[in-house]
């Protein structure tokens, strides 16, 4: 008997510690929620809160862009890097995305752990 109460106050004692430390949760000016796109969380020169393993990197080549003339908009430049990120990385659940004026646009592949 006493080892069940022993469980139970345990048990409680732990849900309450949970409890408060998810209560206390502080939204930042940095909090933000992200879009979905094609099943991936989409992420712009930023980086997720929760945990996550690096799959791999892709870059758009000069053939990637030469294929339409509006090559240099974002959402077309968004659209080509997370097709090749889900061609190479099919377990991918994000994209982090990192475009450069005048450079390589790249785009990291992450899977949440």
Same mark, same amino acid.
């Given at each position: 008997m006493k080892k069940i109460l022993l469980g139970i106050?345990?048990?409680?004692?732990?849900?309450?510690?949970?409890?408060?430390?998810?209560?206390?949760?502080? $939204? &930042? +000016?940095?909090?933000?929620?992200?879009?979905?796109?094609?099943?991936?969380?989409v992420f712009v020169n930023s980086k997720p809160v929760l945990p996550y393993d690096y799959l791999g990197t892709v870059e758009l $080549? &000069? +053939?990637?862009t030469r294929k339409n003339p509006g090559s240099g908009q974002y959402?077309?430049?968004?659209d080509l890097l997370l097709k090749k990120a889900k061609e190479q990385f099919p377990q991918a659940e994000g994209i982090i995305?990192?475009?450069?004026?005048?450079?390589?646009?790249?785009a990291d592949a992450l899977k949440f752990k």
């Open positions: 106050l345990i048990g409680l004692t732990l849900t309450t510690i949970l409890a408060f430390k998810i209560a206390t949760y502080e $939204t &930042k +000016k940095s909090t933000a929620e992200v879009d979905q796109i094609n099943g991936c969380y $080549t &000069k +053939k990637d959402q077309h430049v968004r995305f990192n475009f450069h004026d005048g450079g390589k646009d790249k």
